[in-house]
């Protein structure tokens, strides 16, 4: 099967840790390779933001194609809006000239803008993956959210126009009923982790020191919660809190996040236990999740969350905020413990609790373990996906039928 995917933001070739590069782009590189595997033919479209970067790109079995849209420069996603017309008529363009594909998989709203308009003029059935809502950033960020004014009302009439929207955990399906789209239009596909990098057995970066690890992994940003885990410290003695993740490690100092950070360990008298480490090249991440004995994942919101699965197939158990996907991930009671949202307090309750037993913390990591490599392996969410693109491919519909003025 010749399968395309639209990532207009979040290239499969970018560093991760950027402000706008983190899960998804770790989900489409790991989903097209695994893909790949399977015996299909896979191109991820992307936005060019380097004017020498090639238009083509061979990346694990896969292709990676730079689509000429606007200005050959880095920009934040919540500028790409204006472009999307221009990324759905150069890919089309290519399409029919070039490589016509069975289905077209689009990651994140704007990409299924761009998706739907080309697939209009090449008839080719639309797959959707949000990755995350406007709706649900609006609420928990309010003012603050910098999400282009149509975003909402676009997401909804995208799903009721694709051929099929994959959501990602349960939490995500109540989100799209209130947002009007069809139950039956929606089918639950996780994403998944690389169960052959992310494994129990292997080297972990050194410790240096008898204190418990606190491993927490993500983009140097506020809703990632860090600031409630170095609240949470005082109440987790001889433990560290080691934060991977943002800028290089050079370039931490000069990060406003970090600084406000480091501050906040200062005012709570834990500095020396905190640890900014910066960015962490992505095949090193094995070792830094082998070395913790917890992983805390404490987001405000968090639209699935990869980095709990990886230290779950890791053999780590996890202490996570019981918000969107980490509902379905992590399992309370048995691979890790769900807490609420926004508690220093309770969060430093569950962190005391499972460093202070050790046998809780070999279960817990052994059943994270089993959990990962059988529900969440990319084989297995690939093959999950394979069947639902068939499906859409053997019905043919016609081009969808969504409104001209929908891409800007």
Known sequence: MRIAMISEHASPLSALGGVDAGGQNAHVAALAAALAELGHQVRVYTRRDDAAAPPVVAAHGFEVVQVAAGPATTLGKDELLPYMGAFAQWTAADWREHW???VVHAHFWMSGLAAVTAARACDVPVVLTYH?????KRRHQGAADTSPAQRIAYERELGRVVDRVVVQCQDEVAELLLLG?????MTLVPSGVDIVRFRADGPAEPRGNHRSRVLTVGRLVERKGYEDLIRAL???PDTELVVVGGPPAERLHADPYAQRLRALAEQHRVAERVHLCGAVAAAEMPRWYRSADVLAATPWYEPFGLTPLEAMACGVPVVATAVGGLTDTVVDGITGD?????????LGIAL?????????????GAAAADRAVHSYSWQRIATLLVAVYTSVADRRPTSPKFPREVVV
Do not use: F, N
Not at 132 to 136: D, H, I, N, R
Not at 181 to 185: A, F, I, L, M, Y
Not at 338 to 346: E, N, Q
């Open 234 to 236: 005082p109440a987790v």
């Open 352 to 364: 005391r609790r499972m460093l202070g037993d050790d046998l809780r913390r070999v279960a817990y």
């Open 338 to 346: 769900l807490v609420a949202p926004r508690d220093p307090r309770g």
């Open 132 to 136: 995350a809502l406007g709706s649900v």
């Open 100 to 102: 016509q594909p069975d």
């Open 181 to 185: 789209v069809p139950r039956s239009r």
